[in-house]
C-alpha cells in the first residue's frame, strides 16, 4: 500500500480522530494547531486556530457540525467544522486531557489533570442549554481523588463514561449522578488509551505495561489480552474485521543497541480472538502515538513522534489474510 | 480527485519551445485527457527568470458518496489552508513510499528473522577475546571463575615447573637451565615484600613518626622546665648567685636550640 503522508504539524500528534462517515480526519498535536483532512486523498479542509498550548485531545460529534478540541491552554474549545469558527471557549484550572461528544451529540465531557493543585475531575456540559456555557458550569462535575483520567470514552448510547486511570484502573461513571458504577483493575501501569468499537460495545485499552485488553463496555468484563515487549500508546478495533491495531513506543534503550534502521517504528495487528499478532507496518521515523481505524474498516491511520500522519489503504490482501491456528 | 504525480520530462523541451517561433511570452497551458487520466501542462517563469515546465497528472475517479459526504468535499477551505487552491497542496501532502505488511505466520519466523539482519550477532559468532583461566569469550580479568580455577592454575603451573626442574637436571644441558628459573616461577611476579620469608617491613616512606617523637618530647620539656624554674628564682632573687647564673645560661641555650621551644617561646610573649 502507498501511505499518504500528511505534514501539518510540527511536533509529535498526541490524537488522531475519523469523523463517523469516514471522509474527514483530524489530527492535533503538540504544536497547538488543530488540522482538518480529507482522508480520501489527504487534501487538508483546514485548520482550526485558536489554542495556545499542545492539543491533547479532538473529537467531533456524530453529524459532523462540531469539533471539541481539549489543550495544554486550560481551556476546551468548540469549534463549528465548516468554517473553523470557535463558537464555545471553556475554561478550567489545569490541563484537559480527554475529551468526547456522547452519541447524541448534545453532552460534552472533558477531564482535567491533577496539577498545581487542582485536582482531577470530570466535567458533563449539555450543549442545549446555552447557559452552561455562558457561565463555564458544567451541570455535573466528578472528582477522581486518587488517579488521574488519561483517556475517557463514552459508553453506548450516553449512559456512562469509561475512564482509564493513571494507575491502570478503569471506572465507569454515570453521566447523569456521576458515581462510579463500576471498577476494574486489570492493567498495571498506566493506561495511554482507551477506543471503543464502532458500535460501542466493546472497548480497547492500551497500556504501559506492554499490553492492550479487550473489555465488555457496559459490564467491564475482561474478554481478551494482547502482550507485546514494549508499551502501547494507543490501540482500536476495526469495524469489519476481527482485528486489533496497536501502536506503541521503542524503549530508549534498545534504539541505540540495535541496528539503526530508519523508519522502524511499527504499527502491529493482533487477531482478536486467538490474541496473535500477525502482521507489522513499518514507516514511523519515531513512536506511534496513537491510530485509527477508518470507519469502514478499508483503511487506518496512524500519528506518530515524528509529527506525521499517514494513512493507509490496505491491500486486497489484508482482508484474505487467514490466520493459521 | 486523487492526484498522482509523476516526473515525465522530455529532453530539450525548451529547444522544442524556441523552435516553435518564439512568442515572447509563455505558450497557453494545455490540457490533455486520455481515458481517465488528464494531464496539465503549464509554463512559468521563475524567480530567476527561466521558463520552467510544470507537468501535472491527475487520475479522476469517481466516487458514490453519500450526500453529506459529497457536501463536505466542497465545503470552503478555512484557517491555514485558506488559500490553498483546490486539491492537495504540496506541502501538506505527500504519496510515501510503498509499504507492505509484513504477515508473520509464527513469532518465531519474525524473531529470527530478526537476528538474522542484525550484524552484531555475526560478531558474536567470531572469538575476539579468550580468557587465560577458563579459555572462555571474556577477559581473563572478567573470569566467572576468578578465585577457584585462578589459584588452582597457579599451583598446576609450579608442579608442573618443579617436575620439569628435576627432570632436566640429570640431563645437564644447557637449555633447562635457562628455562629452569622460568619454569621455577608461578608465571607471576612476586615482590619482595610478599616473597616467602620477607618481613614486610621498610617499605613505607613515612617514618617512625610516633616512636621518634616519644622520646624527644620528654627531654625537651624537662630542659624546659628547668629553664623557667631559674629564671624564675633569677627573677624573684636578683642578687644571682653565681652558680645559677651559670647554669641558667647553659640551660637557656639548651632550650633555645631546641625548635620546638623556640616555637612556643616566639607564640607566648612576654617569655623572651
Request: glycine share 8%; charged share 25%.
Amino acid at each position: 500500500m502507498k501511505p499518504i503522508l500528511l505534514q501539518g504539524h510540527e511536533r509529535s500528534i498526541t490524537q488522531i480522530k475519523y469523523n463517523r462517515e469516514g471522509d474527514l480526519l483530524f489530527s492535533v498535536a503538540k504544536d497547538t494547531v488543530v488540522n482538518g483532512w480529507y482522508s480520501v486523498n489527504g487534501e487538508r479542509l483546514g485548520t482550526y486556530n485558536g489554542h495556545t498550548g499542545a492539543v491533547w485531545c479532538v473529537d467531533c460529534d456524530w453529524d459532523t457540525k462540531n469539533v471539541l478540541t481539549g489543550s495544554a491552554d486550560n481551556s476546551c474549545r468548540l469549534w463549528d467544522c465548516e468554517t473553523g469558527k470557535q463558537l464555545a471557549l471553556l475554561e478550567t484550572s489545569s490541563a484537559v486531557r480527554t475529551c468526547g461528544f456522547d452519541f447524541s451529540g448534545n453532552i460534552i465531557m472533558f477531564s482535567t489533570d491533577k496539577q498545581m493543585g487542582y485536582q482531577c475531575f470530570l466535567n458533563f456540559f449539555d450543549l442545549r442549554d446555552p447557559q452552561q456555557i455562558k457561565d463555564n458550569q458544567p451541570y455535573m462535575s466528578v472528582p477522581c481523588s486518587d488517579s488521574k483520567i488519561t483517556s475517557a470514552v463514552w459508553g453506548p448510547l450516553g449512559e456512562f463514561v469509561i475512564a482509564g486511570h493513571e494507575n491502570g484502573e478503569i471506572n465507569q461513571f454515570s453521566a447523569k449522578s456521576g458515581e462510579l458504577l463500576k471498577k476494574v483493575k486489570e492493567h498495571t501501569k498506566q493506561i495511554n488509551d482507551l477506543q471503543s468499537s464502532v458500535d460501542l460495545t466493546m472497548v480497547v485499552s492500551a497500556s504501559k505495561d506492554n499490553t492492550a485488553k479487550l473489555f465488555d463496555s457496559a459490564s467491564l468484563d475482561h474478554i481478551k489480552t494482547f502482550k507485546t515487549e514494549r508499551p502501547i500508546n494507543s490501540a482500536a478495533i476495526s469495524p469489519i474485521m476481527d482485528h486489533v491495531v496497536m501502536g506503541g513506543g521503542q524503549e530508549a534503550m534498545e534504539v541505540t543497541t540495535t541496528s539503526t534502521r530508519i523508519g522502524k517504528f511499527e504499527a502491529r495487528f493482533f487477531h482478536s480472538a486467538y490474541e496473535e499478532e500477525f502482521g507489522r507496518v513499518k514507516g514511523h521515523f519515531g513512536p506511534i502515538n496513537c491510530v485509527a481505524f477508518h470507519p469502514d474498516g478499508k483503511s487506518y491511520s496512524s500519528g506518530g513522534e515524528d509529527g506525521y500522519v499517514r494513512i493507509h489503504y490496505f491491500d486486497p490482501h489484508y482482508f484474505d489474510f487467514e490466520l493459521e491456528a | 480527485m486523487p492526484s498522482i504525480e509523476f516526473d515525465d520530462s522530455k529532453p530539450s523541451w525548451a529547444d522544442q519551445v524556441e523552435e516553435e517561433g518564439d512568442e515572447g511570452t509563455l505558450p497557453p497551458i494545455k490540457e490533455v485527457m486520455k481515458g481517465n487520466i488528464k494531464t496539465i501542462t503549464e509554463y512559468k517563469i521563475d524567480e530567476d527568470g527561466k521558463k520552467t515546465k510544470i507537468i501535472r497528472t491527475f487520475k479522476i475517479e469517481t466516487r458514490k458518496a453519500s450526500k453529506a459526504v459529497a457536501r463536505r468535499k466542497n465545503w470552503k477551505k478555512f484557517g491555514n489552508s485558506e488559500y490553498d487552491a483546490a486539491g492537495p497542496n504540496v506541502a501538506t501532502t505527500t504519496v510515501s513510499d510503498d509499504v507492505f505488511m509484513t504477515f508473520i505466520s509464527n513469532k518465531e519466523d519474525l524473531n529470527a528473522q530478526d537476528q538474522d539482519e542484525d550484524p552484531m550477532n555475526k560478531l558474536k559468532g567470531q572469538k575476539i577475546v579468550s580468557c587465560r583461566i577458563c579459555k572462555g569469550d571474556h577477559w581473563t580479568t572478567r573470569c566467572p571463575y576468578k578465585d577457584t580455577l585462578g589459584p588452582m592454575q597457579k599451583e598446576l603451573a609450579e608442579q608442573l615447573g618443579l617436575s620439569t626442574a628435576d627432570k632436566d637436571k640429570p640431563a645437564g644441558s644447557a637449555e633447562p637451565e635457562a628455562i629452569q628459573p622460568a619454569q621455577s616461577k608461578t608465571g607471576k611476579y612476586v615482590p619482595p615484600s610478599l616473597r616467602d620469608g620477607s618481613t614486610r617491613r621498610g617499605e613505607s616512606m613515612q617514618p617512625n613518626r610516633r616512636g621518634s617523637a616519644l622520646a624527644v618530647v620528654p627531654t625537651t620539656f624537662f630542659i624546659f622546665f628547668i629553664y623557667l624554674l631559674l629564671s624564675f628564682a633569677i627573677q624573684c632573687d636578683k642578687t644571682c648567685l653565681n652558680w645559677t647564673q651559670n647554669y641558667y645560661w647553659v640551660i637557656k641555650k639548651a632550650v633555645f636550640s631546641s625548635a620546638r621551644i623556640r616555637f612556643v617561646l616566639v607564640r607566648v610573649p612576654g617569655l623572651k
